[in-house]
């Protein structure tokens, strides 16, 4: 499920980064105005912005709602300790008939 979630989201990404680019600037229109390409272009004068914007919104959309769920299933994750499959180790007090070796005589006499 994951996997599917975020080759989406990488693929949603990727298009929405290229149509962005595709988009032209607020300066564009006056090159335009003056006859600068526009029977050139595929979507004509105005359809380019208006199909353009509407990609983009999807595109946002999609985006923004892959992200939320990838982040809700990574918090919801449980995940497996690499110490779960240890033995638990109790620590023990030193018994009476155990004794610590007696500390060394670190002053130095003179």
């Given amino acids: 499920m994951s996997i599917i979630l975020i080759t989406i989201h990488v ?6 980064i290229m149509i962005v680019l ?12 003056f006859g600068g390409g526009s029977s050139q272009t595929l979507f004509g004068t105005t359809g380019a912005s208006t199909f353009l914007s509407k990609a983009t919104t999807a595109a946002a959309v999609i985006f923004m709602l892959t992200s939320l769920i990838l982040a809700y299933a990574s918090i919801n994750r ?13 620590q023990q007090a030193p018994s009476e008939t155990e ?12």
């Fill in 11 to 16: 693929i949603v990404c990727i298009a929405l």
């Fill in 99 to 110: 004794q610590a070796p007696p500390a060394p005589d670190t002053s130095q006499q003179e």
């Fill in 22 to 33: 595709l988009q032209t600037g607020k300066g564009a229109d006056m090159g335009a105005a």
């Fill in 78 to 90: 449980v995940s497996k300790s690499v110490m779960s499959d240890v033995p638990a180790v109790e």
